[in-house]
Nanobody
Framework: QVQLVESGGGLVQPGGSLRLSCAAS????????MGWYRQAPGKQRDLVAT???????NYADSAKGRFTISRDDAKNTVYLQMNSLKPEDTAVYYC?????????WGKGTLVTVSS
């Protein structure tokens, strides 16, 4: 089992920045892809960004140029740097890890972009 704990969410004004962190614990050996997804009220959960164990990244079009995903395997942590935030970025952000083909999820951290 893999446990994922997100942190770093909060209230930020439009144009501001936040850095989300996700710490993995438990059975970390075998984790390949990690990523961030988000779910706005009344909407489905959507991909934000993913990163492979080889540091190949993939971004949703809405995140390209504004968000950066990175990982520190020594700390078992994945990060999401979010810049130029917009009100439409408001959502619960979930961390995801793939281990031997199984998906693991954190409980999420709320990001609210509002003036």
């Amino acid at each position: 089992q893999v446990q994922l704990v997100e942190s770093g969410g909060g209230l930020v004004q439009p144009g501001g920045s936040l850095r989300l962190s996700c710490a993995a614990s438990g059975s970390r050996i075998g984790i390949s892809d990690m990523g961030w997804y988000r779910q706005a009220p009344g909407k489905q959960r959507d991909l934000v960004a993913t990163i492979t164990s080889g540091d190949t990244t993939n971004y949703a079009d809405s995140a390209k140029g504004r968000f950066t995903i990175s990982r520190d395997d020594a700390k078992n942590t994945v990060y999401l740097q979010m810049n130029s935030l917009k009100p439409e970025d408001t959502a619960v952000y979930y961390c995801n890890a793939v281990r031997w083909g199984a998906n693991y999820w954190g409980k999420g951290t709320l990001v609210t972009v509002s003036s």
